[in-house]
């Protein structure tokens, strides 16, 4: 089945550290794209990519980094410089943004600062 | 900000009623999206409607698009408590998707 998947689920991250969110698709879908949700908030744009080896900034992209080495990844780099990392993490793809089935979001990550 | 608001921030109703969610913008777009989150999980895209359309159905769902007044709206009749859920709307102004902060819909049996 065609999809997109997000790991891990739940990550906990001490002070200092950086983290790595994995988002992965199998729907050949060329660009993608990370938001960060907050309780009770929309979703914000730290990054997106609508082709191999090219990304832009989002709206929040301060202490987050991404790379797009390959059509199928698009892992999120959670750094220390981000201060307020804590946030429920949510990676999409999609063929464009006029495609009738929109966006396809994954489950999810849930970043904890401990 | 270019973020639609929907509106209202959270609406309760009975089982069998019906639901209606709007969404504002405030520059042109190309297209126009709602989308459902169960708590806890990801969006799921419930239907598109491109900014020369003026009304679309899916099912239960009919979404309407008013561009003279920056405006949609969501509605989902004879509601089910299966349709308790966040409900954004996204608008794609030609730079990316914009998401609106939701309308909390909890629909009681």
């Known amino acids: 089945d065609g999809g997109i998947t997000q790991s891990p689920k739940y990550l906990f991250r001490k002070e200092g550290q950086n983290v790595t969110l994995s988002c992965e698709q199998n729907?050949?879908?060329?660009?993608m794209y990370w938001y960060r949700q907050d309780p009770g908030q929309g979703l914000r744009l730290i990054y997106y990519s609508q082709i191999v080896n090219d990304f832009q900034k989002g709206d929040i992209a301060e202490g987050y980094s991404v790379s797009r080495e390959k059509k199928e990844s698009f892992p999120l780099t959670v750094t220390s410089a981000q201060k307020n990392p804590t946030a429920f993490y949510l990676c999409?793809?999609?063929?464009?943004?006029?495609?009738?089935?929109?966006?396809?979001f994954g489950q999810g990550t849930r970043l904890t600062v401990v | 900000s270019q973020q639609g608001e929907e509106d209202p921030q959270a609406l309760s109703i009975q089982e069998g009623e019906n639901a209606t969610m709007n969404c504002s913008y405030k520059t042109s777009i190309n297209n126009l999206q709602w989308y459902r989150q169960n708590s806890g999980r990801g969006l799921v895209h419930l239907i598109l409607?491109?900014?020369?359309?003026r009304e679309k159905h899916s099912g239960r769902l009919r979404v309407t698009l008013d561009t003279s007044k920056k405006s949609s709206s969501l509605l989902i009749t004879a509601s089910r408590a299966a349709d308790t859920a966040s409900y954004f709307c996204?608008?794609?102004?030609?730079?990316?998707?914009?998401f609106g902060p939701g309308t909390r819909l909890s629909v009681l049996p």
């Open positions: 999409a793809s999609s063929i464009d943004r006029t495609a009738p089935g929109g966006a396809f």
């Open positions: 996204a608008t794609d102004y030609g730079q990316n998707f914009v």
């Open positions: 409607i491109r900014s020369n359309e």
């Open positions: 729907l050949n879908h060329d660009a």
